[in-house]
Nanobody
Framework: QVQLVESGGGLVRAGGSLSLACTASGRTDSTWAMGWFREFPGKEREFVGA????????YYDESVKGRFTISRDNAKNTMYLQMDSLKAEDTAVYYC??????????????????WGRGTLVTVTS
């Protein structure tokens, strides 16, 4: 059993920055990738980005490419999401996810079984 806990959400002005963290505990699998999804009110959860187990490979949705950066510290079992140049349309609940890389890279929330509880990011214009 793997547990994921997000932290770092909050309120920020448009153009500002915010950093999220996701810490994993329990039976973490050494081959697992991790990723971030976000959910807008009334919409399906959508892919933000993912990072390989080694941290050498990262993948982003076009909507955040160049503004968001995913990294991880395996010694701390923690993944990070650095969000810069935030826009009002980035306002959402952000969820951490973990799983086999081939499932993360499907970029579909339906393929993911392990989730954090989510953290709200609100960007004011």
């Amino acid at each position: 059993q793997v547990q994921l806990v997000e932290s770092g959400g909050g309120l920020v002005r448009a153009g500002g920055s915010l950093s999220l963290a996701c810490t994993a505990s329990g039976r973490t699998d050494s081959t697992w990738a991790m990723g971030w999804f976000r959910e807008f009110p009334g919409k399906e959860r959508e892919f933000v980005g993912a990072i390989s187990r080694s941290g050498r490979n990262t993948y982003y949705d076009e909507s955040v490419k160049g503004r968001f950066t995913i990294s991880r510290d395996n010694a701390k079992n923690t993944m990070y999401l650095q969000m810069d140049s935030l826009k009002a349309e980035d306002t959402a609940v952000y969820y951490c996810a973990a799983g086999p890389p081939e499932l993360l890279l499907l970029r579909s929330y339906r393929a993911i079984e392990v989730w954090g509880r989510g953290t709200l990011v609100t960007v004011t214009s």
